[in-house]
């Protein structure tokens, strides 16, 4: 059984940063795409970045040059780094392993 744990979340200021962790269990991570989407209250779920198993990575407009999305087949982790936060960047982040399975989110919160 496929296991999507995300932590990282909280308050920021905008302007600030924050780390996105995102532990897989149950599956030969290794060899799936990795993605972050984000839900902003009232809006659809959106692609926020997406990693494949070489490597090769694809970015939201609306994130490019702020945010950087990583993985660690050694940890079984993929990592979202966000900086320069919008208050526009407040949703809940959600991980996903394939686009199939789902971890339960973690809440960022950008505001002065």
């Known amino acids: 059984q496929v296991q999507l744990v995300e932590s990282g979340g909280g308050l920021v200021q905008p302007g600030g940063s924050l780390r996105l962790s995102c532990a897989a269990s149950?599956?030969?991570?290794?060899?799936?795409?990795m993605g972050w989407y984000r839900q902003a209250p009232g809006k659809q779920r959106e692609l926020v970045a997406a990693?494949?198993?070489?490597?090769?990575?694809n970015y939201a407009d609306s994130v490019k040059g702020r945010f950087t999305i990583s993985r660690d087949n050694a940890k079984n982790t993929v990592y979202l780094q966000m900086n320069s936060l919008r208050p526009e960047d407040t949703a809940v982040y959600y991980c996903?392993?394939?686009?199939?399975?789902w971890g339960q989110g973690t809440q960022v919160t950008v505001s002065s």
């Open positions: 996903t392993e394939a686009f199939t399975y």
């Open positions: 990693i494949t198993s070489r490597g090769s990575t």
């Open positions: 149950g599956s030969i991570f290794s060899i799936y795409t």
